[in-house]
């Protein structure tokens, strides 16, 4: 069973910075492709970053030039760096596995609990 815990959320101001961390267990990830979605209060759940078992990377147009997606396969994690947060990135952070087959990419099997990030003016 796969397991996916998400971390590194938390409070910071417009223009600041925050990294999160996914950590996998129970399956095969060096060769997944995995990404990151947000839901944001009131909204659906939206793509924000996906990385590739080759390392090709994938971004939504929002946070192109500001959000840096990566991988550590050694430590089953990926992560995504976040810079120059703005209010509009305030939401719960998930990852998961994710298929590319579409646009946006949609999440695949299971989720994990989630971290929040809250940007504040």
């Known amino acids: 069973q796969v397991q996916l815990v998400e971390s590194g959320g938390g409070l910071v101001q417009a223009g600041g910075s925050l990294r999160l961390s996914c950590v996998a267990s129970?399956?095969?990830?060096?060769?997944?492709?995995m990404g990151w979605f947000r839901q944001a209060p009131g909204k659906e759940r939206e793509f924000v970053a996906a990385?590739?078992?080759?390392?090709?990377?994938y971004y939504r147009d929002s946070v192109k030039g500001r959000f840096t997606i990566s991988r550590d396969n050694a430590k089953n994690t990926v992560y995504l760096q976040m810079n120059s947060l703005n209010l509009e990135d305030t939401a719960v952070y998930y990852c998961?596995?994710?298929?590319?087959?579409?646009?946006?990419?949609?999440?695949?099997?299971?989720w994990g609990q989630g971290t929040q990030v809250t940007v504040s003016s």
């Open positions: 129970g399956r095969t990830f060096s060769n997944a492709n």
């Open positions: 998961a596995a994710v298929y590319l087959g579409v646009s946006p990419p949609r999440p695949m099997g299971q």
């Open positions: 990385i590739t078992g080759g390392g090709n990377i």
